[in-house]
């Protein structure tokens, strides 16, 4: 089930009976949420934490602790749980988050609050990382009181994704999440991990810090008793500082004061034991804290002690010769591929006794493998197109965590890189009533694509058909319009489009699917044309309407047709010119007018005998 064997859940977790998380927002990293799982309305603890009601979840009901009276804060009182739904994923997914690193806390309950009296069984993933596994049945404390667990995560995509997985019968359950931003070279182990909390205590002092007392930590670290991890093996005494200890609070890691303030030494020439309950075949960070407090070690030399884990001598350490008094001096150290499941750390003396202020024990999980980026937003946008329902739990990484399923439909593979890809989508008869986003041509892996039996409408995207894809069937849905060029230049091998609406001419490339062995169906498609079950297009007819060929002949009609115009114009225009527009010389005009006076004249008198002889009238005319 799960890439590495842990059942911590129980080892490296809080027992709070308090507050969970409360501190000053530190510079700069300032960016803090705290989020009541389950509740309706903002709250605000005895440490003035601001606790906001519940948001950001993808589905799933709230409910009540059963018995409310034995949690001191609201916080504690309320959840949410999540349906049963075979391994789905349900999530709360926090958005708008500087990139960065943060810490992230969450709160674990159960008290009974379905009435079964008995503790579920599931996983939760960060960032598509398996992180907690949560087994029955649990311990009876954290059953009743519930139990606090942290990690330091990288969110290198602006939000974060908290993820739970059920397991048989039972329903994922959360109480709180926190998230706190912390300095990015904080704890720096290697890129490619998350650091799960396994203990951090605080020697020579109670629990304190964020949730058990005001003590400031900047990144909100809760410290317990050293009691919790310490053997019983010879005498122990416990000293405090009679002054401030320098070197503290600084970058990246900014460790409190107060973790150096106080410290455990052994007396009688013994040694110093702390077991670490882990899990095998995984590696640890331990991060070791020292200063030295005791004004009676005034040079170096006086106090040494070698640092053993499980039998290695990994360090030798003399305080005042590293720092001084009243400094604080860290050293950290990994544990490779531990193959037990105790992690033991002694500090045996060389000269005087072994002295430490507090310990942390990590376990560096490797990240799981990432769907690509680019594939990440193509299936957040055919979430969206496609209006997939939430009970498919489309949420978080659509491969990640890679021991559990795809999301509903979709099937990955595994690339050369280490990356994820899908490779394929099955959402037939599924109800769907979307379309198909544009944003599927980022699917570069996609083989098969089946979206038949839904209601989906708009036109095909003319992303559709990579390189890649070999199996298409949106049949029966209410698809529109024409078939994208991408379409032919694909290999598919298997074409159904049968029953929708689409037109136009069909490309030659893809009736030839059929010719070579392949299987097409484009029937019901009333507007289609050209294939060999449909009919004839028109002339000049192409898929798109109007072919390349009906196009320029139309062009060229047009061009003919106008150019005839502009001819007709222009004679027309020449012979009005040569009517109204001629001009003559002056001597021409002159003598125009002159004959002009002449013809009327010799009209007139015409006119005047033919008007005379009409009534026979004959002149006679003198002789002289």
């Not at 030399?301 to 720092?323: A, T």
């Not at 990579?466 to 049949?475: E, G």
């Not at 001597?587 to 009327?600: G, I, P, T």
Request: aromatic share 12%; hydrophobic share 40%.
């Amino acid at each position: 089930m799960s890439p590495f064997p842990f059942s911590f859940f129980f080892l490296f977790l809080f027992f709070l009976p308090s507050s969970s998380s409360s501190f000053p927002l530190h510079y700069p990293y300032n960016f803090s949420l705290h989020i009541d799982c389950g509740s309706l309305s903002n709250s605000s603890d005895i440490f003035n934490t601001t606790w906001v009601s519940d948001r950001y979840f993808t589905g799933g009901s709230i409910s009540v602790v059963s018995e409310p009276l034995h949690f001191q804060h609201t916080q504690e009182k309320t959840l949410r749980y999540f349906p049963i739904s075979s391994g789905k994923k349900n999530c709360y997914i926090i958005p708008n988050l500087p990139l960065g690193k943060y810490q992230l806390r969450t709160f674990t309950v159960y008290d009974n609050y379905n009435g079964k009296g008995h503790s579920p069984s599931f996983d939760v993933s960060v960032e598509g990382t398996v992180v907690f596994q949560w087994r029955s049945p649990w311990h009876e404390s954290i059953t009743r009181s519930g139990a606090y667990s942290d990690l330091f995560v990288a969110v290198n995509d602006g939000e974060a994704d908290v993820c739970f997985y059920s397991i048989a019968t039972d329903s994922p359950v959360i109480g709180s999440i926190e998230v706190m931003q912390v300095d990015s070279g904080s704890y720096l182990v290697n890129d490619g991990s998350i650091l799960v909390n396994y203990g951090r205590f605080s020697s020579g002092s109670g629990q304190w810090g964020p949730g058990f007392t005001n003590d400031s930590d900047r990144f909100g670290r809760s410290w317990q008793s050293d009691a919790v991890f310490r053997a019983k093996i010879g005498g122990i005494k416990a000293i405090s500082a009679v002054k401030n200890v320098v070197n503290v609070d600084r970058p990246p890691n900014y460790f409190p004061m107060k973790l150096y303030l106080s410290a455990i030494t052994a007396v009688g020439g013994g040694f110093l034991e702390y077991i670490l309950p882990v899990d095998a075949k995984l590696d640890y960070l331990l991060w070791f804290h020292f200063a030295e407090i005791d004004v009676s070690v005034n040079k170096e030399g006086k106090r040494v002690f070698d640092v053993e884990v499980n039998g290695v001598n990994v360090s030798r350490v003399d305080i005042y010769k590293e720092v001084g008094s009243f400094a604080a001096y860290d050293f950290s150290y990994v544990v490779k591929n531990l193959s037990d499941t105790k992690l033991i750390v002694r500090l045996v003396p060389v000269v005087g006794a072994p002295v430490i202020c507090g310990l942390e024990n990590y376990a560096i999980i490797p990240d799981d493998l990432k769907t690509l980026p680019q594939q990440v937003v193509a299936m957040k946008a055919l979430k969206e197109s496609l209006k997939v329902p939430d009970r498919m739990g489309w949420n978080g990484d659509p491969c990640a965590p890679t021991t559990w399923d795809a999301w509903e439909g979709v099937t990955c593979h595994t690339t050369k890189n280490r990356s994820l890809v899908i490779s394929q989508i099955d959402l037939g008869s599924q109800g769907l009533k979307g379309y198909i986003s544009d944003q599927i041509g980022l699917l570069s892996n996609l083989v098969s694509l089946n979206l038949s039996s839904n209601s989906l409408g708009g036109s095909l995207p003319w992303g559709l058909g990579q390189k890649s894809l070999v199996k298409l069937d949106l049949s029966n849905n209410k698809f529109t319009g024409p078939l994208p060029d991408s379409l032919a230049s694909s290999v598919l091998q298997i074409v159904y489009l049968n029953g929708n609406a689409l037109e136009g001419q069909v490309p030659e490339e893809l009736l030839s699917i059929g010719v070579h062995g392949g299987a097409i169906d484009l029937s019901g498609n009333k507007g289609l044309c050209g294939g060999p079950t449909l009919p004839d297009c028109p002339l000049f007819w192409s898929k798109n309407g109007l072919s390349t060929a009906g196009k320029v002949a139309i062009g060229i009609s047009s061009l003919v047709f106008i150019c005839v115009v502009l001819l007709v114009a222009y004679i027309c225009y020449k012979r009005r010119q040569n009517d109204y527009d001629f001009g003559l010389p002056h001597e021409m005009m002159s003598l125009a007018a002159k004959r002009n006076r002449y013809q009327r004249q010799k009209s007139l008198m015409t006119l005047e005998m033919e008007s005379q002889h009409a009534k026979g009238f004959i002149p006679t005319y003198n002789a002289t």
